[in-house]
C-alpha cells in the first residue's frame, strides 16, 4: 500500500530535550516536506527537500532541522524544544518536483513541549 | 508575494444544501497549481484536485465542483447536495513554478454539515 509513516503519532516532551520525529514514504517520490498545523493558521511550510541531499526552508524553519540522506526518509529534528512548538506535525511526498503534484500526506505527529 | 486567502473561518449548513467554499490567491508567477485537500475530523489530510494555471475548464466529480477563474484569481469549491461526511477543514494551496518549490496553504475553512 502507498504511504508516508509518521513516528511517533503522539509525543510529550519538554523543553529542551532533543528529538526526531521520522517520515518515511514508498513510492519512491522525489519530494518530501514538513507542515507544522496551528489553529487559525492552518498549515505551514518547515522544510522541504527535492531529492536526496537537497533540502530547503519553508516558511517556518526556525527551531527545526532536516536531513535527507536516502530517498524514501526524511526526519525532523527539533534540536532544543520550546513550548512554542508544540503543534500538530505533517510529512507529505510528491512525485517530481513537487509543485505540480498532489501531496500524499502522513498521518500526522502531534506534538506536545511543556 | 504568494498568498492564498480562505475568508471563510468557519461554515455551518443543513445537509442537502449546496455550499461553496472560496479560495482567492495571490501570485506574480504565469505557471502555478492550485489544489484542495480535504481533512476530515480523522485528522489526515485528503487530496481532491489540483488545476494548473492555464487550464480554466471547471470540473465536477459527483457532488464536487471546483470554479477556477483567473480574472479574479479564485478557486472556489462547491459540494452539491451536502452531506455529513462532507464536514470538515478544506484547505485551498497554492504552488508556483519559480517560488523554489514552496507551497503555500491557506488557513482552511471548517465546514459543519448539520443533519
Known amino acids: 500500500e502507498a504511504q508516508v509513516t509518521q513516528n511517533p503519532r503522539y509525543l510529550i516532551t519538554v523543553t529542551g530535550k532533543k528529538l526526531t520525529v521520522t517520515c518515511s514514504q514508498n513510492m519512491n517520490h522525489e519530494y518530501m516536506s514538513w507542515y507544522r498545523q496551528d489553529p487559525g493558521l492552518g498549515l505551514r511550510q518547515i522544510y522541504y527537500?527535492?531529492?536526496?541531499?537537497?533540502?530547503d526552508k519553508g516558511d517556518v524553519p526556525e527551531g527545526y532541522k532536516v536531513s535527507r540522506k536516502e530517498k524514501r526518509n526524511f526526519p525532523l529534528i527539533l534540536e532544543s524544544p520550546s513550548p512554542n512548538q508544540t503543534s500538530l506535525y505533517f510529512c507529505?511526498?510528491?512525485?517530481?518536483?513537487?509543485?505540480?503534484?498532489?501531496?500524499?500526506f502522513g498521518q500526522g505527529t502531534r506534538l506536545t513541549v511543556v | 508575494a504568494q498568498k492564498v486567502t480562505q475568508a471563510q473561518t468557519e461554515i455551518s449548513v443543513v445537509e442537502k444544501e449546496d455550499v461553496t467554499l472560496d479560495c482567492v490567491y495571490e501570485?506574480?508567477?504565469?505557471?502555478?497549481?492550485l489544489f484542495w485537500y480535504k481533512q476530515p475530523p480523522s485528522g489526515e489530510l485528503v487530496f481532491l484536485i489540483r488545476?494548473?494555471?492555464?487550464?480554466?475548464q471547471n470540473e465536477i466529480s459527483g457532488r464536487y465542483s471546483w470554479n477556477f477563474q483567473k480574472s479574479t484569481s479564485s478557486f472556489n469549491f462547491t459540494i452539491t447536495a451536502s452531506q455529513v461526511v462532507d464536514s470538515a477543514v478544506y484547505f485551498c494551496?497554492?504552488?508556483?513554478?519559480?517560488?523554489?518549490?514552496?507551497?503555500?496553504f491557506g488557513k482552511g475553512t471548517r465546514l459543519h454539515i448539520l443533519p
Open positions: 488545476r494548473n494555471s492555464f487550464d480554466e
Open positions: 494551496a497554492l504552488s508556483e513554478r519559480n517560488r523554489d518549490d514552496k507551497i503555500i
Open positions: 501570485t506574480r508567477d504565469t505557471t502555478y497549481y
Open positions: 527537500s527535492m531529492n536526496v541531499e537537497v533540502t
Open positions: 507529505a511526498s510528491s512525485h517530481g518536483s513537487g509543485y505540480n503534484t498532489e501531496a500524499f
